[in-house]
Each structure stands twice: as C-alpha cells, then as structure tokens.
C-alpha cells in the first residue's frame, strides 16, 4: 500500500509537468488550430538559458523568473516574425515551419551548450521531507504546477486580456468583428505558452538531467495529456496531465516491464482516446452545419 501511495503522489509531481506542457499545447492549438511541435525544445531551450544564468551566479529563483519572462518575450516574438507570415498559409507550410524550430532549437542548444548531460539544481530540500513518502523535489514541483495552473486561472477567468484571448481563440471571426486585434492577440497566447513550458522545463530538467534531448518523452506525455483531457478545453488538459502522470507512474511499477515500456502507454493512450472519444473526456463535440 505505501508503494502504491508513493507512485500516486510521485505520479502527481510528474503529471503537473505533463499538465503544464498540455495547457501550453492546448493554448497553441486552440489559437492556430495546430500542435506546436517545438514547444517542448522551446522549453528545453528555456531551461538552458536559466542553467547558464545560475552558472553565472544569479540565484535560482531570480533566473527562475528571469527566464520565464525571457520565454514570454521570445513566444512574442517567434509569433510576430516567424509565425504571422503564414498565420492564413496552408496547415502543411506550418507543421513544417514547426519541425523546423525544433530542429533549430535543439541544433542550437548543442551548438551553444553541448550535447553532454548537465545535472540541473534544485531549490528544494533533497530526499525525502520527514516520514513522507515524497522527496522535497517532488512536493515542491507540485507546489510551484498548482500556484502557476492558478495564476493562469485567474488570468483567464478575471482579466479583460485573459478575456480577449479566450474569445479570439473559440470564434477568431466574431472577436475580430468585436474589434479584437487577433494577431495581437494570438501572439500572447504563444508568449503564455513558451512561458508556462518554461517553468515545465526547468522543474523536470532537475530528475530527467539537462540536454538538448530532454523534452523527446516529456512532450509526447503533454500530447496524450491534451488529447486525453481535450483540445478545446485547457481545464480538461490539467486534469489529463496529472490523470497520465499517475497512470504512467503505476504501469511503470505494476506492470511487467512497464518500465521499458512507458513511452508506450502514452502513444496507447492517445490512440484510445482518439478511437472511442475524439474530443477527449472533457471536449465538447463540434456540430458544423454543412
């Protein structure tokens, strides 16, 4: 039973990091209607900028935040220059200009840093807190997951901006008859995104180790965790990523060979769901008039 307990709860660590990347999926597709498949070397580009910041002597949670509005800025900026040109060109020209930025971005991150593993610090207490059954790692990862799922809540649901962004993401055509700035307003959407994937990077980078190819699994994980909770509902995604990280947590441990086969369930899962529930648990089914 306290093997069970503790896979739960170590699930729970895990599955905000796959909560944080599947919200960041979620917000991308719902605003071009598109996965962004770079968004995990996004995040894994992120964290190397805040490991060189700590490198040089910066605090953790000054490059903690530092790098997290860098990463906003950068998903600013990628939108505007990279992304707006073909932001009404055919869905074939974006998947590629995606593949693209993953390949630059991890190129990049090898070029700059190299390909050899780095051990990422930690700002909370290692090993485990007490008689717990859960490292401080862990506890904290769901500690900073749940105040940033809120943050971004409460952006969403109380803010004019928050708002705005809701509205030009489910009807682009009303919001821009509204006098809603669309490109604009897409365009922060993809800041949020790069920014939430960032906190996501660096509170894996500490158990998975830093390298250009860090975020191969993660994202993947983000993938089954948006599908699963559904790609019209960024509530639905949350739930999905930590629904994963648990069930991921227990074949690996319960299951013969689960260990070796991880990856596995994810790609199963995400092929069950789009079989018998398209929409995901929590999507809402579309009806077009034709």
């Not at 979620?26 to 498949?37: K, L, R, S």
């Not at 390298?211 to 599908?227: L, Q």
């Not at 990280?245 to 991880?262: H, R, T």
């Amino acid at each position: 039973m306290e093997l069970f307990v503790q896979q739960v709860i170590t699930g729970l660590a895990t599955g905000g990091i796959y909560a944080s990347i599947a919200l960041a999926v979620v917000m991308i597709y719902q605003a071009i209607d598109h996965f962004n498949f770079s968004q995990g070397e996004m995040a894994m580009f992120s964290t190397f900028v805040a490991w060189q910041l700590i490198v040089w002597g910066v605090p953790f949670w000054i490059a903690f935040f530092l790098t997290v509005a860098v990463s906003f800025v950068a998903g600013l900026f990628l939108f505007r220059v990279i992304l707006k040109p073909i932001h009404d060109g055919p869905a074939l020209s974006q998947i590629v200009v995606f593949i693209g930025l993953l390949c630059i971005f991890n190129s990049l991150a090898g070029t700059l840093w190299d390909f050899t593993v780095k051990p990422f610090p930690s700002p909370f207490p290692e090993g485990n807190i007490g008689s717990s059954l859960v490292s401080g790692h862990d506890l904290g990862m769901i500690g900073v997951t749940l105040a940033m799922l809120l943050a971004v809540y409460v952006f969403f649901r109380f803010s004019t901006m928050g708002l705005l962004v809701r509205a030009a993401a489910q009807n682009p055509a009303s919001a821009r008859l509204c006098g809603v700035r669309i490109l604009w307003v897409t365009a922060l959407g993809w800041g949020l995104a790069a920014a939430i994937g960032a906190v996501a990077g660096m509170l894996v980078a500490h158990k998975v180790f830093l390298e250009p190819n860090m975020m191969y699994s993660i994202i993947v994980y983000g993938f089954a965790a948006a599908v699963v909770g559904g790609l019209d509902s960024p509530g639905g995604a949350v739930v999905g990523g930590f629904l994963v990280g648990v069930i991921d947590n227990l074949c690996g441990v319960f299951v013969p060979a689960g260990d070796e086969l991880k990856l596995t369930f994810a790609l199963v899962l995400i092929v069950a769901v789009l079989m018998f529930r398209p929409t995901g648990l929590f999507g809402k089914r579309v009806v077009k008039r034709v």
